[in-house]
């Protein structure tokens, strides 16, 4: 086999998924410093804080949690801001990245995939998925809470 | 996204102008996009290493071991689809973490269940069970997460792999306890 050409094709692919992460990157990483800059995720944290409080979920990941199921890029880049913020062996950034690794672009993925076929309902489809989600994120808050 | 990203750009605004802190905030705005370029250089070359790493694990035969090993999991889970190649491979390139060849592998293996269903508007068990499948996210190996890790500098960035792994499992069964939950209840919209 040829190892070398191969490697070479495979870090190919590699960066062109990196290319493909910049645009979005960009737009929320400037979108991101902007909020906490003009004071706004720290009022939305507070607002938000009794409720989350009580379960002790912490506040910092909600944002991340909303985009995930939304944008790919989006969520790869307010999840390297957040693990940037609160430092990379924080139990924010582990849990963050837990439940960005145990979810998935949710309702992009739905779309893509049912998009070439005669299906019009897909209701079932994003109850169970949107339930996963849920449960990876709460498996998330679990694990980061159970080994740090 | 595009009123997530605006609606985030507005609640800035709205806040920075209350705040008094408008030119703050922009140049916040114009470092956090040049910060985009550092973040993104420094976890470009371990996410490159490691696609070439897997490349090589696809070519060298790992992943038609990993189609023998899924073969009986895959086939307990779709019983009455009758080719199974392409939910396969769809399956291996999602553990293998390749998106890039998961989705026309996955699109391909819906279009055919879409025609078993006799292309009905409302899916059948066996699709929507395929899309939870990828909507909950299997990976062995998630090379993004742990570049981002690295990068950021920590001290040990592969030991939220078992964790990683636990999670994962956990909620792509209960999607898949849901959706089984739901068609039992009659629900095929």
Not at chain 1, 36 to 50: E, K, T, V, Y
Not at chain 1, 75 to 88: Q, R
Not at chain 2, 108 to 122: S, Y
Request: proline content about 4%; some cysteine; hydrophobic content about 50%.
């Amino acid at each position: 086999m040829p190892c070398y050409q191969t490697f070479i094709e495979g870090v190919e692919e590699g960066l062109k998924t990196v290319v493909s992460i910049l645009p979005a990157l960009v737009a929320i990483l400037s979108a991101a410093a902007m909020l906490r800059q003009s004071g706004a995720i720290s009022a939305i944290c507070d607002l938000l804080s009794p409720v989350t409080d009580f379960f002790g979920f912490p506040s910092e990941v909600l944002p991340l949690a909303i985009i995930r199921p939304l944008s790919g890029g989006g969520s790869i880049g307010l999840l390297t801001d957040t693990v940037k913020t609160y430092g990379a062996d924080s139990t924010i950034a582990r849990m963050a990245c837990i439940m960005c690794a145990s979810t998935e672009t949710t309702f992009y993925t739905i779309m893509v995939y049912f998009r070439k076929t005669k299906v019009k309902y897909t209701k079932r489809v994003i109850l169970a998925a949107v339930f996963g989600d849920l449960v990876g994120i709460l498996c998330a808050f679990c694990l980061s809470k159970i080994n740090f | 996204m595009n009123y997530i990203w605006s609606g985030l750009l507005i609640i800035s605004f709205v806040f920075a102008a209350l705040g008094g802190n408008l030119q703050e905030t922009l140049t916040a705005g114009l470092s956090g996009a040049a910060s985009s370029i550092e973040v993104l250089l420094s976890f470009a070359g371990i996410m490159c290493f490691w696609s070439g790493i897997l490349k090589i694990a696809h070519k060298s035969g790992a992943a038609q071991f990993c189609e023998k090993l899924l073969s009986p999991a895959v086939r307990r889970l779709f019983p009455r689809v009758k080719n199974r190649k392409s939910i396969t491979m769809n399956i291996i390139a999602n553990l293998l973490g390749m998106g890039n060849a998961a989705t026309p592998a996955g699109v391909a293996a819906m279009c055919e269940l879409d025609r078993e269903n006799g292309q009905k508007p409302t899916p059948s068990h066996e699709m929507s069970r395929f899309a939870v499948l990828n909507t909950a996210s299997l990976q062995l190996f998630p090379t993004t997460i742990i570049g981002i890790l690295a990068s950021c500098g920590s001290k040990d960035p592969f030991s939220i792999i078992p964790l990683i792994w636990i999670s994962s499992a956990i909620s792509l069964t209960a999607a898949l306890l849901a959706e089984w939950l739901l068609w039992k209840r009659g629900d095929s919209k």
